[in-house]
């Protein structure tokens, strides 16, 4: 028995990961407590740009010199891409383990703190899968939840690192994630993320015709599901029985991540997406029709290699053209071993960084248009917590995922409360407690 703390980078993956580790840890007599005081310090890693990575190097050097701090163990896609160089390089690190080798962390670290011993714990082969049993019941937030529904990525984009980290795409049984769901909901969750690098192929191994919209459907209907999320949507295989069951379940959120990445067909075609901007449009085009209020947040990579002045403008006009409500932007990272990274061309790192400060000022007031035009509606908010900044503020989602701050009790985490929006910033609506509706008030 051990005190632990865990640090959480990267993806909501990652969260769910960490989720069910603190878990399985803690259900054996583990304690989780401040970094300062465990003896083992878990970093849970992500490999997806060269500055994910970097926080971590750093973070480990200061842990790790001078020596007898605390143990250190690397988990996740940067253990299973440089896991053997750590080991390397700081003697702290005692233990290292891939994404799909997570179902052997518990008894390996165990074993590394008796004996002091290292463990390697990576997957030789991407196909094989050793995962926890558990349900992330000691999560970091006692009413949300993560779930992944689908390891792995074959699609490799050529920029990605993720199907070289995560391995091959394998979808978990359905009665394994509606049975975590009831356990999860049982437990408090009122809202469920369903989680995966591209949800959309869900059931594809399957070959039964079940499919991701059968899954969503199943999840909407368990009795609890008060809010229900999923992440990522790629847009060569969002499909309309998708919307069609969003259109159907006043619990799903009416909000997607469709990633565009580029605005250039060509562009596009090296990355190997398959899609051109003009399906993208007509995927855009089915989604609104059928959800008239639904929320787009896109993805978007600036500078990738061979990228022309032409191309990029050809994404900020996509930008312009969607209307997305958030877009998340990236200045391309090479990461090795990705075809991307081998290419001629590569874009001056000064360039890339004009290109995002572009897109992200085109974005910025198009979010700001979309987030004004929110003035004077009232939305449901599931209380996240207190805002970062800001006394006697608390900050919640609206069903759209836009992050809403207002006055409030810290009590009220947790709750569902009924906020009326009166003001909004590039990133956040401000708002107030409508307080005619407090009836609504539910736990
Ligand atoms: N599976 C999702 C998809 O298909 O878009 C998300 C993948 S990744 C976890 C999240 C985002 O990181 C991507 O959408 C992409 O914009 C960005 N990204 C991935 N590799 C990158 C790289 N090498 N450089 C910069 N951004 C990258
Ligand atoms: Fe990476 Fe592409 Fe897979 Fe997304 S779909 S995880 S960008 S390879
Ligand atoms: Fe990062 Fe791995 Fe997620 S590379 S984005 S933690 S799948």
Redesign the pocket.
Known sequence: MYRFCINVF??Q?NVYDADRIRTALTSRGWVEAPEEDAEVVLFVT?S???KAEQKVWSDIGRLAFPWRGPVIAVVGCMAQRVGPLLLKRFPSVRLVCGPRSLGRLPAALGEVMATGKAAVLLDEDPTVLDDLPEAPLARSNPWKAFITIAHG?D?F?T????PHVRGRFVSRKPDDILGEVECLVSDGVREVTLV???VNTYGRDFHNGYVFSSLLRDVALIKGVERLRY????PRDLTRDVVEVMAEHENICPAI?L?I?SGSDRVLRVMN?GYTVEEYAAIITMIRSGLPNVAITS???AG?PGETLEDFHESVKAVERFRFDLV????????EG?P??RMEAQVEASEKRRRLKEINTAQAVITREINQGQVGKTFTVLVDGPAPKGEGLLQGRTPSDKVVVFPGDPAMMGFFVKVKITGAGNWHLIGELEPARQEDLRR
Do not use: E, K, W
């Open positions: 990267g993806c993956m992500c997806i740009r060269d990525c699609n984009c920029y990605c690192i993720v995966g690098q591209n992440a990522t949507s790629h991540n990633p990445q997406r993805d978007l990579i990738f998340h932007t990236a200045a391309f990272s090479p990461r990705t991307a990274a």
